[in-house]
């Protein structure tokens, strides 16, 4: 259901807040991941960049693919230099 609200800005607001429920590891929370990565704004990418952080704190491997793929789809400058600081 996230995922398909993902093209409707109104839901943005929704979706971050779901993704940032940090101890949540929910299908809601990572459908909330996948949601962002629709959203070529900058409120979403600030939430992916703040997951990103937790890419260094234990975090299952799902997860962490989840959020490098919500990068790679909003395709932003800010989006592609926060996966350059990846690697």
């Given at each position: 259901v996230l995922v398909a609200a993902s093209q409707k800005k109104e839901f943005?607001?929704?979706a971050?807040?779901?993704a940032g429920e940090l101890n949540d590891?929910?299908?809601?929370r990572r459908a909330a991941i996948q949601a962002l990565g629709s959203f070529p704004d900058t409120e979403a990418t600030q939430m992916l960049a703040l997951l990103?952080?937790?890419l260094k704190a234990p975090l299952p491997d799902p997860w962490k693919a989840?959020?490098?793929a919500a990068l790679g789809r909003q395709g932003t400058p800010a989006a592609r230099s926060?996966?350059?600081n990846l690697v």
């Open positions: 943005l607001k929704i971050v807040a779901l590891l929910s299908d809601r990103v952080q937790q989840e959020v490098i926060i996966l350059g």
